[in-house]
């Protein structure tokens, strides 16, 4: 197996990951029981921390389904120990993401894991590496709306309530982001391998450009209408409400939260 030849410490989880881990589960803590006196900090440092996670578990689905594809040049990388510092630039992996979520509640794709697709064999596979990181934000979507779609929301405290709604919503405009089809993006990855080679050359280009150009849609009030009701049905299909969504954001952004989200019940 290609795994054979990764070294044990190259599989082993970074402490960096491990102490974000703890962040999250702290934090966590303090939303749920209140224990904070500020509960929207609490919820800022649970959703960021819990963020910061989904974007590592993002590159390492990526990293390990490359090396199941034959690239075991992920391991000396370090991109299978969950650190996100090895995930290409801490400014694009990490700040940017999170300061896109302060500023318009928007998740942002993170750094990126480089592939030898070199080593990568199958038009199939490389497919699925480039779906592997968007697969996950769906599947912690999932997680963090089960309250949701279970309707078991009985007992779980409206802070709480609020900060999965918020966080679901990340997952989700993550996912939606990395599968659309452009030049740079997750979504262009998994078409790439059926496109014919004349396609490829002259869409490379636009690679490095790709992300801008989609915030830049964005900007555009119809485009960012259909996306957000795109991301609305999503969040509806998964039991969670407007108001959830509305007031996990509010609190997260503790320094300016809605009096409506901080009086309900």
């Not at 090895?86 to 940017?96: D, E, F, G, K, P």
């Not at 049905?233 to 609190?251: H, I, K, N, Q």
């Amino acid at each position: 197996m290609t795994t054979a030849t990764i070294r044990p410490g190259d599989r082993r989880v970074s402490p960096v990951f491990v102490g974000i881990l703890a962040v999250t589960a702290v934090t966590g803590w303090a939303t749920w029981t209140g224990f904070a006196e500020q509960p929207g900090v609490a919820v800022f440092l649970f959703v960021t921390a819990a963020w910061i996670v989904s974007l590592c578990l993002h590159e390492y689905a990526h990293a390990r389904t490359a090396l199941h594809g034959g690239d075991i040049s992920v391991g000396a990388k370090g991109y299978l120990t969950l650190n996100p510092m090895r995930y290409t630039h801490a400014l694009l992996s990490i700040v940017l993401p999170v300061l896109f979520v302060i500023m318009g509640g928007i998740g942002l794709p993170g750094g990126a894991v480089f592939i030898e697709r070199g080593r990568v064999r199958g038009r199939w596979r490389h497919s699925l590496i480039s779906a592997a990181g968007p697969l996950t934000n769906v599947l912690f979507a999932v997680v963090c709306t089960a309250p949701f779609w279970l309707d078991a929301l009985d007992g779980v405290p409206r802070e709480f309530r609020f900060a999965l709604a918020f966080l679901a919503l990340l997952q989700v405009t993550a996912a939606i982001l990395n599968f659309l089809p452009v030049p740079g993006l997750d979504g262009y990855g998994v078409v790439e391998p059926w496109l014919s080679y004349g396609v490829r050359r002259q869409l490379e280009p636009f690679a490095p450009f790709g992300l801008l150009l989609v915030f830049a849609l964005l900007w555009v009030p119809s485009v960012n209408a259909v996306f957000f009701d795109a991301v609305d049905a999503v969040l509806r299909a998964l039991g969670t409400g407007d108001f959830d969504t509305y007031c996990g954001f509010e609190l997260f952004r503790f320094w300016d939260t809605d009096e409506i989200c901080a009086v309900t019940p």
